[in-house]
């Protein structure tokens, strides 16, 4: 399964797409101001031990559907699957 590696300071519009996922997020993420991160239905994002989801003033856009759901959780899961 591919994934993309993800963390650090995001300073500009991103989007994480559902078929570049799972995101595994293994250092803070920190959405800083100004910045948009949106987040695709159907995307899978594993967050690492104690890795923070920060939002600095900036904005995050994720609206999955009951089809699509955007699944955010511990990277304990992925290593389960």
Known sequence: MAQTQAGGAITSDTVWHA???PYVVNTDIQVQS??????EAGTTVYMGADT?????????KAIGTAQSPILITSQKLQNNQ
């Open 52 to 60: 923070r989801f920060i939002v600095q003033a900036g904005t995050v």
């Open 34 to 39: 100004g910045a948009t991160l949106t987040i």
């Open 19 to 21: 078929a570049q996922s």
